[in-house]
């Protein structure tokens, strides 16, 4: 998975915080552990604070936590809340049409194309919770049997 996407490092985050529900972590704890900036993971936290995932506290101990239980957040709500999609449309619709013929000619075919494969991810990413995430963490297996945490 690519390390510097919002997805990417939404579903790392989350899946920390659930393996460690205990736990508060700071922003720059999670720019260090995912080699990004601390702007960014600021950004990205604050998306998601805003479509309900995770909550903010202030203070010595303070940081971020999941404003719900992880079993009630699946990746579908973790993509929706970024405002994800698949390939990111160049053109801006009928007031900036591309130039191009061929563009032209097949963006709407395109754009229909991405809108169904849009919905068939996000109908697996429904069956899969951040708990999820958070016991593969806990017990230290992935996909590469690595025991990786990213």
């Known amino acids: 998975m690519k390390r510097n996407g919002r997805f990417s490092l939404s579903l790392h985050v989350l899946g920390h ?3 460690q529900p205990h736990r508060s972590l700071t922003s720059a704890e999670i ?7 601390a702007g960014f993971v600021r950004r990205v936290l604050g998306l998601l604070r805003a479509g309900g995932l995770v909550a903010s506290e202030k203070g010595h101990s ?3 936590r999941l404003a ?15 405002g994800e999609q698949l390939v990111p449309s ?5 007031s900036n049409p591309p130039e ?20 068939a991810m996000r109908a ?4 899969r919770t951040i708990a999820d995430l958070g016991k593969a963490l806990s017990a230290g297996v992935g996909p590469d ?3 990786s945490h990213h």
């Open 31 to 37: 720019a260090e552990h995912n080699g990004t900036h």
């Open 90 to 94: 160049e053109s801006g619709g009928e």
């Open 17 to 19: 915080l659930a393996a």
């Open 145 to 147: 049997d690595t025991g």
């Open 68 to 82: 719900k239980p992880p079993e009630e957040i699946s990746l579908a709500d973790v993509f929706d809340a970024l």
């Open 62 to 64: 303070g940081g971020w």
């Open 124 to 127: 697996n990413l429904k069956h």
């Open 100 to 119: 191009c013929v061929i563009e032209r000619t097949v963006a709407q075919d395109i754009d229909v194309a991405l809108a169904a494969a849009t919905e």
